[in-house]
Structures are given as structure tokens and as C-alpha cells.
């Protein structure tokens, strides 16, 4: 599993707010920046993948199979390669 340790995503109820996911930490951290979510990841080198398994994984755990972005592809859709 090959996950960066901080994305980024848009605030899932205020779409103009970002915010920050770290690796193996549940919930997420509003950030105050004049870019999007999506610059940020772009800048950074963090796929739709990976930004989508983060997501998944500071919600439903870091153990879940929507916590990696090897069951993505390459648009962000999960795509369910490993078996629960």
C-alpha cells in the first residue's frame, strides 16, 4: 500500500473548505489556503487513488479495503481488487 503521509480533500459537507488527511489518523484537519484540494495533490505528486484511499481510510479504518489505493483506478474509482 503506497500512501503519501498528508493529503488533501475538499470538506465533504462545505465543498469550499480543505482539508487535510494524515496516514493512520481518523477525521481530518480544516486548512486555511487559496488553492484546491486537487492543486495541492497535483503539487504534491498524490494521485486520485491515493487521495481517495486516505479519504476512505480516516473514516472507516486503515485496515479496510477502501483504505488502499491499489483498489483504485486511476480516475479515484474504487474498483474492489482485494477481497475482504
Same mark, same amino acid.
Given at each position: 500500500?503506497?500512501?503519501?503521509? =498528508?493529503?488533501? *480533500? /475538499?470538506?465533504? +459537507? ?31 505528486? =498524490?494521485?486520485? *487513488? /491515493?487521495?481517495? +484511499? ?31
Amino acid at each position: 500500500m503506497n500512501l503519501p503521509t =498528508i493529503a488533501y *480533500a /475538499q470538506h465533504p +459537507a462545505n465543498p469550499g473548505q480543505v482539508v487535510a488527511i494524515k496516514i493512520n489518523e481518523f477525521g481530518y484537519y480544516p486548512i486555511e489556503t487559496t488553492c484546491t484540494a486537487a492543486e495541492l495533490n497535483e503539487t504534491a505528486g =498524490i494521485t486520485k *487513488a /491515493q487521495v481517495e +484511499a486516505m479519504v476512505t481510510g480516516s473514516m472507516f479504518g486503515w485496515g479496510c479495503p477502501g483504505a488502499n489505493p491499489d483498489n483504485y483506478d486511476e480516475n479515484g474509482k474504487f474498483i474492489r481488487k482485494q477481497q475482504w
